[in-house]
């Protein structure tokens, strides 16, 4: 018999610390090496740490919600050969061999289609995903099918949307960890820290909307449609050409505002974690197939809880968007140690005067919000303004950035390009 500490590794880019979000296991539980064993949050993301080792859990060290140092010990396990040879009845479960040898909660891990974010709510749910339907892709488990299992509804029946008429006591505690605490301290601290200015502009999106769904109706069907999102990026990364200053980072700590000259969109992307800004990287490199394809990209992996550090961290420029609940206004709150975010909103059909004529036009507002001590009023106006001009030109985006005229663009788009 041996044991085996494990202790908090070093999470990369400087991380100190960990906060505990979830245990997977418990104390007497038996896992097979690389077996989830705890979701620890960084700065950056929450991960998913595998077990290092085969054995019998005898100690977790600190609760949901405490901060563990770098090289503090995590876990004690229990090792000895006899593990590997006997069939150990844990939770039910009978394991005759050590790679076989898992816990309740592993075993469902790895039985399960399901993303870190939705095994962590049923975990708090006390729902055995093991035992819900999932109506995903190749049965993956959506957020939907854990709502109803956990409501004890079955797949086929829906709310009856009756009002009770009688009163509800209790309260509720949710104690604010992980990506949570992550949004609230930095949000506080930005609010607090940072002069924000605001600056609102109405765009017409008219001839957008129909180089758009031109684009759309040359896809293969089942393929991904274009949505207004990477035609914003394309516009930016030519904008910003111009107005450097927008694409910056001020180091407090140095007093040194850094203008990058790469462009790395953060693409603010709500997950059931909360909100995560994944990073489409380079973007003035891109075209807007490429564009298209890696925000989807990104996004998916922060819903997923799948994104790599890498993806989830140094944007330069953070766009935001609420889709089809986008409203008609917006004030973004910034991400430091960026100077500038864009959001989009809602594109709807308005009464517009033209030439002394009403007529029917798609509008979409840009709600943009900029760090008052780097960026001028009238700077941060003369660059939104530019990206208006480009946004009611598009063909100048597939002009410049692919290097062909709008009617080629509508002839020639490949079929098999990831739009």
Partial sequence: ???????????????????????????????????????????????????????????LQG??????????????????????????????????????????????????????????????????????????????????????????????????????????????EVR????????????????????????????????????????????????????????VLGALALVLVDFPQCNAHYDEERKVLMRHHGIHAGIATQTADGLKVPVVRHIEALGLAELAAEIRRVAAGAREGTAKRLDLSGSTITVTSLGKLGGVASTPVLNAPEVAIIGINKAMDRPMVINGQVVIRRMMNLSSSFDHRFVDGFDAAAMIQALKERLEQPQRIFDELNGIALSEAQLNLKRDSVI
């Avoid at 044991?3 to 906060?19: A, H, N, Q």
């Avoid at 039910?92 to 469902?108: D, F, Y």
């Fill in 63 to 172: 609760e949901p919600g405490d901060s563990v140092a770098v090289g503090a010990d995590l876990v004690i396990f229990e090792t000895e050969a006899t593990l590997e040879r006997a069939a150990v009845p844990i939770a039910g479960v009978i394991a005759p061999t050590a790679s076989a040898v898992v816990s309740r909660q592993a075993a469902g891990a790895g039985r399960v289609m399901a993303s870190p974010a939705t095994r962590r709510l049923a975990q708090q749910a006390g729902v055995d995903l093991s035992k819900v339907s999932g109506s995903g892709p190749g049965g993956r488990i959506a957020r939907a099918d854990l709502d109803r299992a956990a409501s004890g509804r079955p797949a086929s029946e829906t709310p009856h949307g009756g009002v009770s008429r009688r009163a509800r006591t209790g309260v509720e």
């Fill in 176 to 231: 604010i960890i992980g990506v949570r605490r992550v949004i609230a301290e930095r949000t506080l601290a930005a609010t607090r820290n940072i002069p924000h200015f605001s600056y609102v502009e109405e765009v017409d999106v008219t001839a957008l909307e129909a180089l758009r769904q031109s684009a759309n109706a040359a896809l293969v069907s089942g393929m991904p449609s274009y949505s207004y999102l990477p035609f």
């Fill in 1 to 59: 018999m041996s044991r085996y500490v494990f202790k908090l590794p070093d999470l990369g880019e400087g991380t100190v610390s960990s906060e505990i979000v979830v245990w997977r296991v418990r104390v007497g539980d038996v896992v097979a090496e690389d077996a989830p064993l705890v979701e620890l949050a960084t700065d950056k993301a929450v991960l998913e740490v595998p077990s290092p080792v085969s054995g019998r859990i005898i100690a």
